[in-house]
């Protein structure tokens, strides 16, 4: 990993196409793009003001390792392309393991969440309703509890500054189609089972994760963006799994945990975090990379 912090990127060489809650995308050509993965953070879909040092490098080596891992279930949107051969000579540093060109998709307007325990918006709605999703749930149910079968859990995919919001299937199916809705859930809840299953064999509980997908002109379903990183997933250490509270975690929920203590609204612009958040942080981060990937 190297030293160096990536807040935003500022190519001169690509055409700078879009600039999300944590990568920055420039087009690669008319059919490819290249993706990278910056050192920002984003709590409660709100951008924090402070990156974490090395996360970018860290998204990057996990997504590459899972979409190999995962091959099987459906492709992917990597090319295969180094990052360096695509930028000019002085803006390879900035690439540099954070980075991937990605064939081009129309992304799906929906983010594909698929839990196996019960935690964070999808706990709240249950405390209130009994239901996720539209999904309804055995009484009784303790925070952080396994659930009795993995479920998919949709939710819309908001700009920076707005927050996802849990939709029912129903709504999923409006978004997307019957047919792509259908599909998208069984590859999710594949993607998620063979992954937890490969995690609890390293120790680590992978409570819930979101994917995401495109479509190429033809109408072909892939796997996009990043998975199953500490970004997009909660990791817990099943050493130290209890039911009845938010578990420790190697993700941003030390983040999260922080600004639930803070006098802040959720909104733009987020506190600034204090050093030894930062670096728990990074520290988690690498530590749960080292664990699943060794």
Same mark, same amino acid.
């Given at each position: 990993?190297?030293?160096?912090?990536?807040?935003?990127?500022?190519?001169?060489?690509?055409?700078?196409?879009?600039?999300?809650?944590?990568?920055?995308?420039?087009?690669?050509?008319?059919?490819?793009?290249?993706?990278?993965?910056?050192?920002?953070?984003?709590?409660?879909?709100?951008?924090?003001?402070?990156?974490?040092?090395?996360?970018?490098?860290?998204?990057?080596?996990?997504?590459?390792?899972?979409?190999?891992?995962?091959?099987?279930?459906?492709?992917?949107?990597?090319?295969?392309?180094?990052?360096?051969?695509?930028?000019?000579?002085?803006?390879?540093?900035?690439?540099?393991?954070?980075?991937?060109?990605?064939?081009?998709?129309?992304?799906?307007?929906?983010?594909?969440?698929?839990?196996?325990?019960?935690?964070?918006?999808?706990?709240?709605?249950?405390?209130?309703?009994?239901?996720?999703?539209?999904?309804?749930?055995?009484?009784?149910?303790?925070?952080?509890?396994?659930?009795?079968?993995?479920?998919?859990?949709?939710?819309?995919?908001?700009?920076?500054?707005?927050h996802d919001?849990?939709?029912?299937?129903?709504?999923?199916?409006?978004? !997307?189609? %019957?047919?792509?809705? @259908?599909?998208? /859930?069984?590859?999710?809840?594949? &993607?998620? $089972?063979?992954?937890?299953?490969?995690?609890?064999?390293?120790?680590?509980?992978?409570?819930?994760?979101?994917?995401?997908?495109?479509?190429?002109?033809?109408?072909?379903?892939?796997?996009?963006?990043?998975i199953l990183?500490?970004?997009?997933?909660?990791?817990?250490?099943?050493?130290?799994?209890?039911?009845?509270?938010?578990?420790p975690s190697?993700?941003?929920?030390?983040?999260?945990?922080?600004?639930?203590?803070?006098?802040?609204?959720?909104?733009?612009?987020?506190?600034?975090?204090?050093?030894? !958040?930062? %670096?728990?942080?990074? @520290?988690?981060? /690498?530590?749960?990379?080292?664990? &699943?990937? $060794?």
């Open positions: 990993m190297s030293a160096a912090t990536l807040f935003e990127s500022n190519l001169k060489s690509l055409n700078f196409l879009h600039r999300g809650k944590v990568r920055d995308i420039y087009a690669v050509g008319d059919d490819k793009l290249l993706v990278i993965q910056s050192d920002r953070l984003s709590a409660f879909d709100v951008i924090l003001p402070d990156p974490i040092p090395g996360k970018g490098e860290v998204l990057t080596a996990m997504s590459n390792w899972w979409f190999k891992k995962l091959g099987h279930v459906i492709p992917n949107h990597l090319t295969g392309i180094a990052p360096e051969t695509v930028v000019a000579a002085d803006e390879r540093d900035t690439v540099a393991g954070r980075a991937m060109v990605v064939r081009k998709f129309k992304p799906l307007m929906i983010e594909a969440v698929v839990r196996g325990y019960i935690i964070g918006s999808g706990w709240k709605d249950y405390q209130k309703t009994g239901m996720v999703c539209g999904i309804k749930l055995p009484p009784g149910l303790k925070e952080a509890e396994k659930l009795p079968e993995v479920i998919f859990t949709p939710a819309t995919k908001a700009p920076a500054g707005q919001e849990n939709i029912s299937y129903e709504e999923a199916e409006k978004i !997307v189609g %019957a047919q792509l809705a @259908a599909q998208v /859930r069984k590859i999710a809840v594949q &993607l998620y $089972s063979e992954a937890a299953e490969y995690a609890k064999t390293k120790g680590i509980i992978i409570a819930d994760t979101k994917f995401e997908f495109g479509v190429d002109d033809s109408g072909k379903l892939f796997l996009i963006d990043e990183t500490p970004d997009s997933s909660r990791f817990w250490p099943a050493a130290e799994y209890k039911t009845g509270m938010s578990p190697f993700d941003k929920q030390i983040v999260r945990n922080w600004l639930e203590t803070q006098p802040w609204n959720k909104k733009h612009p987020a506190p600034n975090l204090p050093p030894e !958040v930062l %670096a728990n942080t990074t @520290a988690k981060y /690498r530590e749960v990379l080292r664990l &699943l990937t $060794s």
